[in-house]
């Protein structure tokens, strides 16, 4: 197979959330332990850093990757879900996988594919656990799709745990409290490893240190050893606090970068050698130094257009804020959800002001595009619904005037069409 049949392979018989919903998701680890046992378990050769959390976790897992880069390490970073290109999932500094690697693992593991049946998943972090391996990175940063403690990353021994926060989202699967949603989600707290944990809510701090003790795992709050404020930084222990600039922006950015530097002190105590002023010296380019995409995203300036990937209550309701905050007169929303949202939760959020697109992305789990235009029409938000997020785009394009902004947002799979 060339590297677009074997896409095609994987996206067609493989099991995948993004097609199938919760029926591909797995109740156990034993299908990745499986096929890691297959691979002579590659992952046990890794040092890792292990991302969890509801918001914030991609960004998080850049910012700490990329602070590890900027000390001359190479640092592997394993996401999901991508935007554009399947490669995303898998960097090493910035640099995507390759897609002849990719070609030759499926075709190493398709005896195993075939015993096994595992999810797709599944198979793209065993190959990214193989590939750092082979590729001999120093750290590697390991982002969770689906909460924790049964996701199919929780199989590594890391260096430190790090749960960015809570909310709800994939109640389906994690559970419709913050207290049970965060019990999935510690799941990836492991016996004498330090846990990090990006923010104090007072509906699971407890639950974190309760899973803490009876992991004899040290815990730590990020608002604890950073203090971030007006783009200075000072951390525990340290007499002055230090400017700095990053090229990556957002309502978010101060409180995940809060997160991220709490970790890479941490790390430091943990025996990694840290430069500071390096990593000072890497934000300003971070984003493009890690390939980051799709998070407060200028798409253009003429005319002004956000992308932003948003897809909950808890990084909706900001990310609005923020929006309002800037000053235009008008804002264009094209937007498309996922299925199992809490839609009418979101829809609250919305402008009645504003100018509406609806569409739904190219993924089956998409909502369907009438359906969601009669559903916003329920909170008093107008719009027409369009055959494709590119269709709407060009309307959004053909009616913006001076001094407004076209926003696209509502899922992961909505912004890549316009990326």
């Excluded at 790090?162 to 994690?174: A, K, P, Q, S, V």
């Excluded at 969601?372 to 785009?393: D, H, I, M, P």
Aim: hydrophobic share 40%; charged share 25%.
């Amino acid at each position: 197979m060339n590297y677009r049949q074997t896409l095609e392979f994987l996206y067609g018989q493989l099991p995948m959330y993004q097609r199938q919903g919760v029926s591909a998701f797995k109740k156990d680890l034993k299908n990745i332990k499986a096929l890691l046992a297959y691979l002579e378990n590659p992952h046990t050769k890794l040092s890792c850093v292990h991302i969890a959390g509801t918001n914030g976790k991609g960004t998080v897992s850049h910012l700490v990757a990329g602070s590890i880069q900027a000390n001359g390490y190479r640092v592997g970073v394993y996401t999901s879900p991508h935007y554009m290109d399947f490669r995303e999932r898998v960097k090493i500094n910035g640099k995507l996988i390759s897609s002849k690697y990719i070609v030759q693992f499926v075709e190493h593991i398709l005896p195993a594919i075939e015993q096994i049946q595992p999810s797709f998943f599944e198979m793209t972090v065993a190959m990214a656990f193989q590939y750092f391996k082979d590729q001999e990175v120093d750290y590697a940063v390991i982002e969770t799709g689906l909460g924790g403690r049964l996701d199919s990353t929780n199989v590594i021994s890391p260096m430190l745990s790090l749960i960015t926060n809570i909310g709800f989202d994939h109640m389906d699967m994690l559970g419709d409290t913050l207290e049970q949603i965060a019990f999935e989600k510690a799941g990836i707290i492991k016996r004498g490893v330090p846990v990090l944990i990006g923010e104090k809510q007072s509906k699971t701090t407890e639950v974190f240190k309760e899973v803490a003790r009876d992991k004899d795992s040290t815990i730590y709050f990020a608002e604890d050893l950073v203090t971030i404020k007006d783009n200075h930084v000072k951390r525990l222990g340290q007499l002055d606090s230090t400017s700095f600039k990053i090229d990556i922006d957002g309502p978010f950015i101060q409180k995940n970068l809060r997160t991220a530097i709490a970790a890479i002190h941490l790390l430091e105590i943990e025996g990694i050698p840290i430069e500071w002023s390096k990593v000072w010296g890497f934000l300003p380019k971070i984003g493009k130094k890690t390939y980051f995409l799709g998070r407060w995203q200028w798409i253009s300036n003429h005319p002004p257009i956000l992308a932003d990937s948003a897809h909950n209550c808890e990084g909706m309701e900001p990310v609005l804020t923020r929006i309002k905050g800037l000053g235009y007169s008008k804002i264009h929303f094209i937007l498309g959800f996922s299925a199992n949202k809490d839609l009418e939760s979101m829809l609250t959020l919305f402008p009645e002001n504003g100018v509406y697109y609806f569409v739904k992305a190219k993924v089956p789990r998409g909502m369907d595009k009438e359906l969601l235009k009669e559903k916003a029409k329920e909170f008093g938000l107008l719009g027409k619904s369009y055959f494709s997020v590119r269709k709407a785009l060009a309307a959004a394009k053909s009616k913006i005037k001076e001094d407004e902004l076209i926003f696209v947002g509502g899922s992961i799979f909505t912004i890549a069409e316009v990326l």
